[in-house]
């Protein structure tokens, strides 16, 4: 082989000389040395392709004979049927390949034989493959042939069994089956079959737990025979006869029944439409059912006749109340449809209202009088409606306010991070490692030039051209590399990571009165909110290192929240009104001086009303039937000992006709005071005690060591922190005065969005400025602290000062730096300072 390699490559050789370091070839001589090398290598190719598959089929047989030494002519027949198939024209492999598929059919039929008491399924495979392997084994196909009829054999007994199993013989049939088991693989009816012998016995069962009374156990049983075998004769004649039995006796209980009440009649039904879907050949219980139906037909005629109510709409509703109790019992087509229509063209409405819908403050691109009417109206029909002439109570919308809230930074954090300042050249130590790598592989080169020249063969050659490639390599890789690299100067700064803000609220409180000699009244807040906070981030660097990037926090047009809050509130407002109305019909339903009738009516409708509602729930369908179908004295005392959540009671003058309050501002300015300390700052306080102590923000006399109080008479005096708050920024001052004016809490009543507010304080040391304003929203911090946020004038020197209220109570203390806003009117929610200080305001 080498000496041809040699002959093969020497016309390339002697056809080029060597030149500057390089083989140029003469092409003449290449194309003539190519021709001669395609036909060498195609003649090279083919023998040595017969050369391998001469000694494939060599390995083959011997691996064969190997295997057949081992005891294993099964795995030997198959690589000597390899090495025949390679080499057809073998004579030894076909020869020996003969002689091995005899030994292998004698193993097959003695597999065979060893499964036929175990394995019939095995057994003839292995026969099948023993006749395969040598088609004169007579041994293997006799025994083949009483298999098969052993398999015949096996099929007619199955074929007995079921008909012994139709006949209802089901031991006889078992004795079959489990004789012809034993070639069950063989035969697909045997699966068939054994179903349908399991599916009679559960028939059987179902039979014997009739004939003991348990009509549910048979019919569970009968339901497993149907489903197993629902063409077998057998189960099918059991199934008659028990379906039969069972729906003859449920017919029998119904008829024992006497319907003198709903529930009777109902049971009634039920059983008889039990007895039916058990058997619909059953025509004693069709008739049943159309009698017990015409029954209870005359029941709820003679129980409408009954009537115990004042007003014509109470009696609508409980005759409409009855009629629903059996309604799911009578088909569509009977009369007594048209008796559910006439009873609710007069069940409704249980009562009439007006809706009136207050001021808005601040909402007027928002809500529209004619949407909340809308809104309210839909919640509370049927049972009400709306009659603004002769209404009976009025349903009213105030105190609507609205706010919004755009903060574009809060929360600000500063993060440390680090950017490049500038770089320093320095020399590349990779560019140096392949300076020093070429000048070794050009050494190289030159060392294996010297050989080829001196002893030109296929080594040298092949050696002095790898070294020309590695020179050239290495030339290519150093030009593209530079020979300095940038060293970055790395320097620390600080970017800000901060929360954008977006909100909107609408408040607002709904009232529910009637006349005032009736005496009701009831009211609920109402709110609908949508808010939105992202982060964002300020102040990076173009050259930072750490990946941070500006961003700008992108949040939904203030349009998009006016419309969820809206959404929101709507939600609020059907939940809140059904629930006014509910409590309106719990009072009647609970006022034992009304007429029976009328409180079972105002049950009735609040049921209906009563979805999501605190009575969602606690008005059992049971107790309301058996009410209506009780006489007068039996349903009042049902009436009676009914426990439902009654509202409060309210004067109702107070919601119709409102007093204005107005603060006496003279009066409150004499309980606020300024404040200046050693350390430079103002602001400003107030008294909260007969004992003349003080309550202002902390950050007005925080480190301070001297606190001067003036009063608004000008007196001075001296004051001392006893105690502090950092989260709530809150302090509790003493002082020396002997007599003071204090201001009343509001801790009880609340701030009420959109009511009006006065901030007093002494701004810019003006002493007892006053700025008026409204309550924009209700705050809370994530630390669950609660602010007021007012639309206010405040200026510096009107922090710790009093918010109040029209009434001249103190709704808050204004601050500056309230949850981090900046630009924002807040104040520390009277709540916080009782919950702080309590016990120095006891």
Not at 108 to 118: F, V
Request: hydrophobic share 40%.
């Amino acid at each position: 082989m080498r000496q041809l390699l040699h002959s093969l490559l020497f016309p390339l050789r002697a056809g080029g000389e060597y030149s500057s370091g390089q083989i140029v070839l003469c092409p003449s001589r290449v194309i003539a040395s190519l021709s001669s090398i395609g036909v060498i290598l195609v003649l090279l190719t083919l023998g040595l392709a017969a050369q391998s598959n001469k000694g494939v089929a060599k390995d083959d047989y011997n691996a064969g004979e190997r295997l057949l030494q081992s005891g294993k002519p099964l795995e030997a027949l198959v690589w000597f049927r390899n090495a025949a198939q390679i080499e057809r024209g073998n004579s030894k492999y076909r020869k020996r390949c003969t002689e091995v598929a005899k030994i292998a059919s004698i193993t097959a039929e003695a597999h065979g034989h060893e499964h036929l008491k175990d394995d019939p399924h095995q057994a003839r495979e292995w026969f099948e493959r023993a006749l395969e392997y040598d088609k004169s084994n007579s041994a293997a196909a006799e025994e083949l042939n009483v298999l098969r009829k052993a398999i015949s054999n096996a099929a007619e007994e199955i074929s007995t069994a079921l008909g012994l199993i139709d006949r209802g013989e089901l031991a006889s049939a078992q004795s079959y089956l489990e004789s012809a088991s034993l070639y069950a693989l063989e035969l697909g009816s045997y699966d068939l079959t054994l179903q349908r012998l399991r599916g009679a016995k559960a028939a059987l069962a179902a039979q014997q737990l009739w004939q003991k009374g348990k009509a549910d156990g048979a019919l569970q049983k009968l339901l497993v025979a149907e489903k197993l075998a629902s063409e077998c004769s057998f189960v099918q004649t059991i199934s008659k006869t028990v379906r039969s039995g069972v729906s003859e006796a449920l017919s029998a209980k119904a008829e024992a029944l006497k319907g003198d009440t709903p529930s009777q009649y109902i049971e009634q039904l039920d059983l008889l439409k039990k007895a039916i879907e058990i058997d619909h050949s059953n025509g004693k219980a069709t008739d049943a059912t159309a009698n017990t139906l015409r029954a209870l037909r005359a029941f709820v005629d003679r129980a409408s006749k009954t009537t115990y109510t004042t007003n014509e709409a109470s009696a609508a509703r409980v005759a409409l109340g009855r009629y629903r109790a059996v309604e799911r019992l009578v088909s569509a087509g009977n009369v007594i449809t048209q008796d559910v229509t006439n009873a609710r063209s007069h069940a409704y409405p249980a009562v009439w209202i007006r809706i009136v819908v207050g001021e808005m403050h601040g909402c007027e691109s928002v809500l529209d009088q004619g949407n909340v009417v809308e809104v309210i109206r839909t919640a509370v029909e049927p049972v009400a409606k709306v009659n603004s002439q002769e209404p009976q109570l009025t349903l009213q919308l105030s105190d609507i306010a609205c706010s919004a809230t755009e903060i574009p930074r809060q929360l600000v954090q500063q993060v440390n991070s680090t950017y490049v300042a500038a770089q320093n050249q320095m020399a590349n130590p990779d560019y140096t490692t392949l300076q020093t790598s070429l000048a070794s592989a050009e050494q190289a080169l030159n060392r294996a030039y010297i050989e080829y020249s001196t002893n030109p063969n296929f080594a040298s050659g092949f050696a002095y051209g790898r070294a020309q490639r590695q020179v050239r390599q290495l030339q290519a890789e150093l030009s593209s590399t530079s020979p300095y690299i940038n060293q970055d100067i790395v320097q620390q700064y600080q970017y800000d990571k901060f929360a954008a803000t977006r909100s909107y609220q609408i408040n607002a409180r709904l009232t529910f009165y009637s006349k005032e000699e009736q005496g009701f009244a009831s009211r609920a807040d109402v709110s609908g909110s949508s808010e939105e906070s992202k982060d964002g981030v300020s102040g990076v660097l173009p050259q930072d290192r750490s990946g941070a990037s500006n961003l700008n926090p992108s949040l939904l047009p203030i349009a998009d929240h006016k419309q969820k809050a809206w959404d929101n509130l709507k939600k609020q407002i059907d939940l809140k009104a059904r629930a006014l109305v509910a409590q309106y019909l719990a009072t009647l339903a609970h006022d034992q001086r009304s007429a029976t009738g009328d409180r079972l009516a105002a049950l009735l409708y609040l049921s209906q009303i009563s979805a999501g509602t605190e009575y969602d729930g606690q008005l059992k369908e049971e107790l309301l039937q058996t009410a209506l179908f009780a006489d007068p004295p039996a349903a009042k005392s049902l009436l009676d000992g009914l426990s439902l959540s009654i509202p409060e009671r309210m004067m109702t003058a107070q919601f119709q006709s409102p007093v204005p309050h107005h603060i006496d501002l003279q009066a409150a300015i004499t309980g606020v005071v300024a404040l200046e300390t050693d350390t430079g700052t103002t602001g400003s306080g107030f008294f909260v005690t007969s004992g003349c102590a003080i309550v202002t923000n902390l950050h007005v006399i925080e480190n301070a060591e001297t606190i001067v109080v003036r009063d608004s008479a000008r007196k001075i005096y001296v004051g001392k922190v006893i105690a502090q708050d950092t989260d709530r920024d809150l302090a509790f001052l003493t002082t020396n005065a002997r007599s003071c004016t204090p201001l009343p809490m509001n801790a009880s009543k609340g701030a009420v969005i959109g009511a009006e507010v006065y901030a007093i304080g002494n701004p810019l040391g003006l002493a007892g400025t006053v700025t008026k304003g409204i309550v924009s929203a209700l705050r809370s911090s994530s630390s669950g602290i609660s602010y007021v946020q007012i639309d206010a004038t405040l200026n510096p020197g009107n922090s710790g000062g009093p918010l109040l209220d029209s009434y001249g109570d103190v709704l808050g203390v204004t601050t500056f730096k309230a949850m981090g806003f900046e630009g924002l009117n807040f104040a520390v929610a009277s709540t916080e300072i009782v919950h702080t200080f309590g016990r120095f305001l006891r």
